[in-house]
């Protein structure tokens, strides 16, 4: 069961202590899912980072995994805690302490999609929420977590790419007057979540594929990057958000014309990226 709860792409041969996750990218629906929702098939795939395990999927090509998601966002969020538990959607949770995540909506069962649009018309029982995390959640991070600890094992070190898409508006509406808008955001939690050279290195590729790159405003990286990241110890991970309106129609949800083209440019990117995580492979063979 577990293995039907993501799709993990292994190189030939794991030569480079880079991993990439795409935790948003999942579009298997679930028929009682859909049915449960008052939302339009399109609309609910508003929140959804659709087509980033795509433009990523080069990544075993170069000699690194890619863990990529099967449950969608609005139905399950991987990058959110398992205890971030909404009460306004999820029956029998009691409140706790504030958390801007679930007050909200962006919970692990999250009860909006994009622009605040309500998923459900009432509320889940505990249980379904409880069958989600198991079935979709746990198996996810479990193997996240091996995929970390494989590299550290293997090459002494762990570089996480947890690759994401953000809405074109969302770049609007946080544009500073006079400031180039980002194509690119980077968020490393100010430095808590991966190491200064790390960053460096990831801004680099992107900059030199020509696209402009920001870190930390406005996505300085969620549940993945603060539970992950952990720089002292050798665990980095950059959290990359990518404009949506680069490769896709957001409105209609369709790649767009030249995607191939943007793809290829991102499989540039990853090249340079797996290329972070060679530096101990002559370590590691020792």
Not at 11 to 32: A, K, L, N, Q
Request: net charge negative; charged share 25%; with cysteine.
């Amino acid at each position: 069961m577990a293995e039907q709860s993501f799709i993990l792409h292994q190189p030939m041969r794991r030569d480079t202590s880079v991993i990439f996750s795409s935790p948003h990218s999942g579009r298997d629906y679930p028929r009682e899912f859909l049915a449960a929702s008052v939302l339009d098939e399109r609309t609910i795939r508003s929140s959804e980072d659709a087509f980033v395990d795509l433009l990523f999927d080069s990544a075993p090509q170069w000699g690194a995994p890619l863990l990529a998601a099967r449950a969608p966002r609005a139905f399950l969020d991987l990058n959110r805690a398992a205890d971030e538990l909404d009460p306004a959607v999820i029956e029998g949770v009691g409140r706790s302490a504030h958390n801007p995540r679930i007050s909200s909506g962006l919970g692990v069962i999250p009860r909006v999609v994009a622009n605040g649009r309500a998923i459900y018309r009432g509320k889940l029982s505990r249980a379904e929420a409880e069958a989600r995390l198991a079935r979709w959640w746990h198996p996810w991070h479990d193997r996240l977590r091996g995929l970390i600890e494989e590299s550290v094992a293997l090459f002494g070190d762990a570089v996480l790419i947890d690759c994401h898409s953000m809405p074109h508006e969302a770049i609007e509406a946080h544009a500073r007057p006079g400031r180039d808008r980002p194509d690119v955001v980077l968020g490393d939690r100010f430095g808590a979540a991966a190491g200064q050279e790390i960053v460096l290195r990831v801004e680099a590729a992107f900059r030199r594929a020509g696209l402009r790159v920001a870190r930390n405003a406005p996505f300085a990286g969620a549940h993945i990057a603060q539970a992950y990241g952990r720089p002292a110890r050798g665990r980095h991970v950059v959290q990359v958000e990518i404009d949506r309106s680069l490769y896709m129609d957001e409105a209609l949800v369709r790649p767009r014309a030249d995607f191939d083209a943007f793809r290829g440019l991102m499989s540039e990117v990853v090249a340079e990226l797996v290329e972070i995580g060679r530096d101990s492979v002559p370590l590691a063979a020792e």
